[in-house]
Nanobody, 118 residues
Framework: QVQLVESGGGLVQPGGSLRLSCAAS????????MGWYRQAPGKQRELVAH???????DYADSVKGRFTISRDNAKNTVYLQMNSLKPENTAVYYC????????????WGQGTQVTVSS
């Protein structure tokens, strides 16, 4: 049974920091590209960052220099360190695990709310 469980969301003031975690179970982590997506009210879900099994990273332009994605293969966990948070970063953040080559998969976590407000 594959599960992605996010944690670390919450309320933070503008300029503050949060670290999101996503723990994966089910034996898929090492082979997966792990990503963080977010969905704000009334908007489509968008990619924030992803990291390959080899450690290559990519970020949305809007978060470059402020957010850092990392993974710990020993703990089957991916992290998103978010610094200098802005009100427009308010959204539900979702963890994603995908693999495009056969056998392929695409799994989602349940989401964690991040609210940036004074």
């Amino acid at each position: 049974q594959v599960q992605l469980v996010e944690s670390g969301g919450g309320l933070v003031q503008p300029g503050g920091s949060l670290r999101l975690s996503c723990a994966a179970s089910g034996g898929i982590f090492r082979l997966s590209v792990m990503g963080w997506y977010r969905q704000a009210p009334g908007k489509q879900r968008e990619l924030v960052a992803h990291i390959t099994s080899g450690g290559s990273r990519d970020y949305a332009d809007s978060v470059k220099g402020r957010f850092t994605i990392s993974r710990d293969n020993a703990k089957n966990t991916v992290y998103l360190q978010m610094n200098s948070l802005k009100p427009e970063n308010t959204a539900v953040y979702y963890c994603n695990a995908r693999k495009t080559m056969v056998p392929a998969w695409n799994y989602w976590g349940q989401g964690t709310q991040v609210t940036v407000s004074s």
